[in-house]
Every structure is written in structure tokens, then in C-alpha cells.
């Protein structure tokens, strides 16, 4: 949305943090092979054709499960790209989120 867009507070304090350590994540085990020691759960959105091949098992594990070696789990919500911002899906989100957090013991 607008709003967020073009609020470059939000975006420098939410945004890019998240997402520079998304990318140092991602870059740091394709040059050493670690992998990561957590699971990764992929939210996506079912009328998403950007994430198509994440609805599948085999898309799903050979993306994401050659970088880690606890598992890779989806949850899929109804919508495109932006699902989240549904409201009638962000609360599911929220609860997807905080029931993996509480099951991985994450506090």
C-alpha cells in the first residue's frame, strides 16, 4: 500500500532489516553450504503465480529444503501476493505465525 510505500521511517525501522537479513541468510549458505538449524515456513498465498511452485511438495522442498536441515512446512491462505493484507486472512496469519513460534519454543 501507499502508505507504507511511502513512509521511509516504517520501511527503514520494519522493512529493510528483515529483509537485509533475509538476504545474508540466503547469501551466506550458498557460499559456505551450512544450512540453517531452524525450520522454514513458507506463508503463501493461493492465487499467487509467483509462488505456484510453492503449493506443490516438490517445489516447496527443493527450493527451501536444500537450506535447512529442520524441515520445511506451508501453510497456504486464500488470496494473491498480498493475502496479509486481507483482514479477513490476517488473523490466521497472525495465529499460523504465533502457533509455529510457540511449537518451535520461540518466546
Same mark, same amino acid.
Given at each position: !500500500?501507499? +502508505? #507504507?510505500?511511502?513512509?521511509? &521511517?516504517?520501511?527503514?525501522?520494519?522493512?529493510?532489516? !528483515?529483509?537485509? $537479513?533475509?538476504?545474508?541468510? #540466503?547469501? &551466506? @549458505? &550458498? +557460499?559456505? /553450504? =551450512?544450512l540453517a538449524t531452524v525450520p522454514v515456513v513458507a506463508l503463501v498465498g493461493d492465487d499467487? !503465480?509467483?509462488? %505456484? +511452485?510453492?503449493?506443490?511438495?516438490? /517445489?516447496? $522442498? $527443493?527450493?527451501?529444503?536444500?537450506?535447512? %536441515?529442520?524441515? =520445511?512446512?506451508?501453510?497456504?491462505? %486464500?488470496?494473491?501476493?498480498?493475502?496479509?493484507?486481507?483482514?479477513?486472512? /490476517?488473523?490466521?496469519?497472525?495465529? @499460523?505465525?504465533? $502457533?509455529?513460534? %510457540?511449537?518451535?519454543? @520461540? &518466546?
Amino acid at each position: !500500500p501507499d +502508505e #507504507i510505500l511511502n513512509n521511509e &521511517s516504517f520501511l527503514k525501522t520494519f522493512v529493510l532489516p !528483515p529483509l537485509r $537479513a533475509d538476504f545474508q541468510v #540466503i547469501c &551466506s @549458505a &550458498s +557460499e559456505t /553450504g =551450512v544450512l540453517a538449524t531452524v525450520p522454514v515456513v513458507a506463508l503463501v498465498g493461493d492465487d499467487d !503465480p509467483g509462488t %505456484a +511452485e510453492l503449493l506443490d511438495d516438490g /517445489g516447496l $522442498a $527443493a527450493d527451501w529444503g536444500l537450506r535447512t %536441515a529442520a524441515g =520445511v512446512e506451508r501453510v497456504v491462505f %486464500a488470496g494473491g501476493h498480498f493475502f496479509i493484507y486481507d483482514p479477513s486472512v /490476517g488473523l490466521r496469519v497472525l495465529d @499460523a505465525v504465533v $502457533a509455529r513460534l %510457540a511449537r518451535f519454543g @520461540a &518466546s
